[in-house]
């Protein structure tokens, strides 16, 4: 017998029977087609990688840059999805180009990419250097890097607020889809990007 009270969820959702957005089974309904997705994705990144073995056997540089490009854009994705998720959950993101937190994290992590990515085309140069089997310039290594960094910057940035607001559109928490998303697409990006920039620089 109850005493007549209306018990709630601290989602407002009445019970029984109301989705707890927290659960397991609501987790992994959320995510796993996500999931699926994007594991056909870096099956495409690992094509696209193969078709360009040659020209990365032939110049180690490049071959180095592949892995610090692509976990660099990642990581890059990785801050600012986590940002604009928080924002999301403290009620203090709006999607308008006129909202400073918005402009400002966009802004931000392309700046960050414009400083970083230099740094790891000078990187890729140094290590292929001491192991005796550089093969480029310096300026080629650099210039391919920030290019390569600079494209993806902007991409890794535009999927991440698409992404965050197609999370917030169909009531998708942004903790679960949006890194994910942005980390594996970033990873294909990142090859393709480099492949051309690569074609175009080298």
Do not use: C, K
Not at 45 to 58: D, I, K, M, N, V
């Amino acid at each position: 017998m109850t005493d007549g009270s209306h018990e709630t969820d601290p989602h407002g959702s009445d019970y029984p029977g109301a989705s707890d957005p927290w659960s397991v089974r609501s987790i992994t309904r959320t995510l796993l087609p996500v999931l699926l997705v994007l594991t056909g994705l870096e099956l495409l990144s690992g094509l696209a990688l193969g078709s360009f073995e040659a020209t990365l056997l032939r110049y180690p540089s490049l071959l180095v840059l592949v892995p610090v490009t692509i976990g660099t854009a990642g990581n890059l994705g990785s801050v600012l999805s986590a940002r604009l998720s928080t924002d999301i959950h403290l009620g203090l993101l709006v999607f308008s180009v006129e909202n400073d937190r918005l402009v400002g994290n966009g802004l931000a992590s392309v700046l960050l990419a414009l400083t970083v990515f230099p740094l790891v085309g000078a990187g890729a140069w140094a290590v292929t250097r001491v192991t005796g089997t550089v093969r480029l310039a310096p300026g080629t290594v650099v210039a391919v890097a920030f290019v390569s960094g600079l494209v993806l910057a902007v991409f890794v940035v535009a999927l991440a607020l698409a992404s965050t607001y197609a999370a917030v559109r169909y009531e998708l928490d942004p903790d679960d889809v949006v890194i994910p998303t942005v980390t594996n697409v970033s990873d294909v990006l990142g090859v393709v990007v480099l492949v051309v920039a690569s074609q175009l620089l080298v």
